[in-house]
């Protein structure tokens, strides 16, 4: 049928992954998630990059300013990732330095995410898609005012061909299948999915007797 | 008006049924449907399959693990049915048994249901629908963390071209015509529509006098 | 610039109104709008489609079953209005009459609200846009069974071209000038929006000094 | 410490089931539920009301009329409970034949369920109250118009002294120890409460290998 | 049991219907209802005062400035009722002829409703407790800024000793048996509760045939 | 009737206003408002605390560490008042130099709000219930965590005898008659009640004619 | 990548500022908002097309009548701007000096926000867009009856071309980099954003010592 | 005034822990919490009872079927805790080892969570409260099936004289006075309440510059 998409999948030697504006300022705008789900959400999509190996650039912006720095646990996962503090560009492909760093990697599948949604992600995603980049925007990693504003950035997002995706979506696309490393994949969702990891260990209580 | 896109409606002749990973643990998971929603959607799938007497094709992400078993209700309506426990493949169109199954049907229109439907729904419908088949996915009998992940999913799924159906209208559009088996579809929808069988009850009641 | 939308405004001399299943016994499986909230909705569409002479065509699907009859104060505001109890078609557009209805009009853009939004709004606007009618779903006036069955069945038109729409923006639209008919409009818009009516009685009390 | 309740805890022996207007026609009032939780409740309620063997009595509001019968499952549950046509009142309390039937019980606890809330139950809630019974209303098998009402009933009854209950605490309360009937119980619980069905299944496949 | 609290019934005899401020411009703050909802629920307690031979007093604040006028359709029920606009007294109960006109009834049980529930309501409702009436606040035709306030003045209120009711309840109180005057009840309750009266149209014509 | 409960008024010679840890820091861990909600609410609370001379204290938890300085609008609104900044003590009431500056104002009806509801606003407020105060809870002027949290502090504190109330009803309660002071009124709600205000200016627009 | 959109950013050399009908009477119809957050929005359009010298076209809609006049805020932010009170055409594209206005600036982006959002937004939008311009819809300064009109505006003008944003991220794209003038644009945020105004004053007051 | 309530603080002296039924297994019944929420306000309870060196106590219901094992992270945070698996009884106050560890412990105040809310927790805490215990429930670390039995079964604890309260305020009401370890209050916080860590990064980068 002439109307197919092709799916190109999320793989882990073409994605790169945007944390943009998890500062501990910022995130006290953030209302459209629970304060914990939404240092879970966060905190889980640091760990897949890390899991999967994805070259991670980190942006922040007035860090030495009320917006505050980034949140430590972040900034502690990727010593080594790119970190670029933009000095005054709000949209972060205005920023050389980063979008230097997004091209350095030589990968075209842009997984984002970043406070606030319709501003600090939803501008660079319009950039990059504008630039023939794949944008998958990780909605649960990204925070706003309220669902309203939320929902109205989503749609402008959706329009302009960028894909949501959730944190978990991206982690099982990457992996494929199960056997590429099944203790590692449960070891990166058994802390972030409580009723996962229940069922992890209500089997190993079962099974170990 | 050059626009206009055809209508090409679920035909009992070319539809085929999806199962996906509606398994005992990972319902645990689900938080965008209420359990007894969710259960009651699940099974009205299933006993809609079996009274348009689609091909139907189960499958299952680890059955023996933490994930638990099929729903022993699905499995036990469709005995016969090709029932494909994946050893690892997330996306179950990674799984050549799957596909096969599906394909040896020769049918074209996927009705697809899942848990969860951000992961074992959406990634075999942009899989299906890259090859041409037509994807209608019953969002009331797929589910998942919460409603945030439900929306980002079902815009995901919608873009690449899938329809979004629940399950009643799945059986109406396949049913065409009451007059068609009126009792048969009466049957279907009283156990599963509360309100339609009370209409059903006091109808009775008053006619039979 | 190129992508550029042409607006086909909803006319009076071009649109026709479809009520498809209104009816006593249907009306108890809505629970996406409250009861009064629907008839509210139901019958200001009823009210409009007779202030701008449009002509409307009802149609029922078995009304002497526990579907019930189609409520009687649309039945009563189109006494001669196309009346089409459907014998067993669950698509109202499966039924010859009425589509013979609906063409004898000569009219192209359908106004639709029925019960359930589903299936007997959905289908019936999926086969018009499939021949080139351009077709307004009154969102409003059009309940089924949840929220979420709701959203589903709007993606769905939506994606085949299905405009969404509400009583009130339809009236509106039909009206384009206030002084068309000042007071004719007022009458309509104040039995059913009970904040407009205040406006205009808080106006009345203070202008009438 | 002086304040302290005694607490009289539901008790096999001294208590009683109520079911009031449960019919197929009124509980399309029922808002505050979807109709699946609604049926699921309420015949839960009915299923522990057998499974304790607790007297049960039936009663109904013109069931000629279009308030219809009682749902047909409940009637048949109970086929030889007194069943309690009201040719007229209300509240139940002031029909006589039911306050006899709840006297010959010798018990003072009731437990209370049905439609609407605020009358059927509250009424004869607030009775009972005044004559000194015990009564544990079952909220989850109660409906009404939408959530302010219910809360309203709610607090209306909470303040006169009855005691908000839910049908799974209710029958936890009966049962005091799983050891008392572990099959039977868990008989009662699995249909009605789908997760815990899941653990059971989960259970089983891996102890049965 | 020594704790059993009396259950003094709303009466016919011994009831006064109060509407405070049910202003057409005061009406513009109320959002804990939808304003179809709201509008419903206040005409059908005027309904019920008028069905019931009610005594009912109706007052107003500053019904010649911003507040607006008493809305026209309540003011026309009760064309000889006392009509108390008050010169400033925000709580009803300081104006000596409004509480004149409430004891000159001889009448101890008042069911109050108003705009807003905080203020219009709340107040008087704690005045005349304190002087020993009972006080029945209709909850749903009672309308204030945000569910949060309506749940701390339905907290307030119920603390002091006042009844949560809603308009149904108090009309099915009041009633006590539908042979009393079934067709004026039937009557009273079908424009105003479009389920039962869709109930009541299935119901005809199914038996007038 | 005996249980009727005496209406102390909220009066402007025996009130008090406390407000508790609004701080820049602190208000970051409000979620059951919107931000701006809240901020209109507290700075109402300010403003008629201001308009009723009611002597007003507040005080601070930390206010040089993370939980920030009270909120400037709050400290530039009362430079005269007492300003308790506590050195380490949860509860407000535990800092003698709060207790004190309570005393001396000789008054005994305590309007207290503050951040977070479940701690700063209900330990002082059952501390000093116990000590025979009367406690005046302003809901929408208090914030916490979420919605689970505020209720179940408002249910803690309504059991010891606090009574809820909101901003608006606490300046009405105070005002008692519009004509205290009609324009000083009306300028205090204009700002923080847009609707209200909407009233005005319509009023003002057709009576300057 | 073929299908990559170009974004053209919102240009403060480009976009010009419609604001329809937000009216004193009208906005008494708006229920998807609470009226303290859009009076927020709104006057948060009003500040940031102030702050970028944007031109910004006001119109009307019967202001002399219930619809009440402009909010006075909006005027006097604009006492310069072209004002444009429509005799009776709805769409205010259909008012010749509306539509010359916005031609006279020669500007394409039209950021436009107004009461109510599927009428006084969504005509001018659908007009504007089939002339070429493009529309970027404020929708949290735009207000309607309720979310389910609110949604189905949203698709409508979606589906044609319309940007969905908010205040924030128009005033974020317009600014592009925070050195263009750092203290206007904290000026612009802090009155309307409290938890930003928050974290200004937390930092100022700990760097301030 | 004659009617104010004491205020039995909870004293870390005084005070003891009831964790009932957290286990694998049943935690997937829980829906009135998100999954992360419930885990975090959990293992927040478990935190401070050792912070404050409280006494604890642990119990399961059949922990070696299907309900699955207590969670890992409980137990081994309390290794020498009294932990008593009931063979069957439902009311862990039915469990003789259960109450003599409670009552060797010689304190009459009682903090209480557990899964779920309407039964593991109600019962205990009825029982309790009629032995002349105080009885703290720890609302959200206690989960049940929806917001509707849990509003009951808060209903029904509160009525019977249990204090509702949430894990921070229980930390602040045990702590007193931050000076008493202001270090380790802190450490207890941060890694639970997102915002406040926040609020204390932000804080430490400025100060420490």
Redesign the interface.
């Known amino acids: 049928?002439s109307?197919?998409?092709?799916?190109n999948?999320l793989n882990k030697d073409d994605a790169v992954v945007l944390l943009v504006d998890h500062q501990?300022?910022?995130?006290?705008?953030v209302?459209?998630?629970?304060?914990?789900?939404?240092?879970?959400n966060v905190l889980a999509l640091g760990d897949l990059a890390k899991f999967f190996k994805l070259p991670t650039i980190l942006t922040t912006?007035?860090?030495?300013?009320?917006?505050?720095?980034m949140?430590?646990e972040l900034k502690e996962l990727f010593p080594d990732a790119p970190y670029i503090p933009r000095?005054?560009?709000?949209?972060a492909w205005?920023n050389e330095d980063f979008v230097k760093a997004v091209k350095a990697t030589g990968r075209k599948q842009l997984i984002i995410a970043g406070v606030?949604t319709?501003?600090c992600v939803?501008?660079p995603t319009?950039?990059a898609?504008?630039?023939?980049?794949?944008v998958f925007v990780v909605?649960?990693a990204s925070g706003t005012?309220?669902e309203?504003?939320q929902?109205?950035?989503?749609?402008?997002m959706?329009?302009?061909?960028a894909?949501?995706?959730?944190w978990?979506?991206v982690a099982?696309?990457l992996?494929?299948?199960?056997?590429?490393d099944?203790e590692g994949l449960a070891n990166l969702l058994s802390p972030?999915?409580?009723?996962?990891?229940?069922?992890?260990?209500?089997?190993s209580?079962?099974?170990a007797k």
């Open positions: 049928m109307t197919a998409k092709p799916y999948r501990t300022g910022l995130i006290s705008l209302q459209d998630f629970s304060p914990n789900e939404f240092k879970n912006s007035f860090e030495n300013g009320p917006n505050g720095p949140v430590p000095p005054g560009q709000i949209n205005d606030v319709d501003v939803a501008f319009l950039s898609l504008a630039e023939g980049f794949e909605t649960d005012f309220n309203t504003v929902q109205a950035a989503w749609a402008r959706t329009a302009a061909g894909q949501l995706v959730n978990f979506s099982c696309e992996q494929i299948d199960w056997r590429n099944m972030r999915i409580p009723n996962y990891r229940n069922l992890m260990n209500s089997y209580a079962l099974t």
